[in-house]
């Protein structure tokens, strides 16, 4: 059985940052696509950031760009998410997915797989 287990999230102040972790477990997912995803209350869930199944190129949605920064560790069949310089409308659940083969990368419906969240929160 295929799992992706979210930590690192918490409460943070504005200017503040935070590294989300994402752990896969049940299969080896150096040659899928892995991403950030998050959900505000009463928002749909949108894209973050994404890092490729080829050459580990990463896109981020512009709100966060130059703010947040995508890797991943093949090895230990991990993805991480580093937010620096957040601000409270960062604030939501965030949500790390895998997919083989994904080319529409910041589109929910491209992975396979998704973690249960971990809840950030920035006060201003």
């Known amino acids: 059985q295929v799992q992706l287990v979210e930590s690192g999230g918490g409460l943070v102040q504005a200017g503040g940052s935070l590294r989300l972790s994402c752990a896969a477990a049940g299969r080896t997912f150096s040659n899928y696509a892995l991403a950030w995803f998050r959900q505000a209350p009463g928002q749909e869930r949108e894209f973050v950031a994404a890092?490729?199944?080829?050459?580990?190129?990463?896109y981020y949605a512009d709100s966060v760009k130059g703010r947040l920064t995508i890797s991943r560790d093949n090895a230990k069949n991990t993805v991480y998410l580093q937010m620096n310089s957040l601000k409270p409308e960062d604030t939501a659940v965030y949500y790390c997915a895998a997919g083989p083969k994904v080319y529409a990368l910041a589109v929910t419906g491209s992975y396979d797989y998704w973690g249960q969240g971990t809840q950030v929160t920035v006060s201003s």
């Open positions: 890092i490729s199944w080829v050459g580990g190129s990463t």
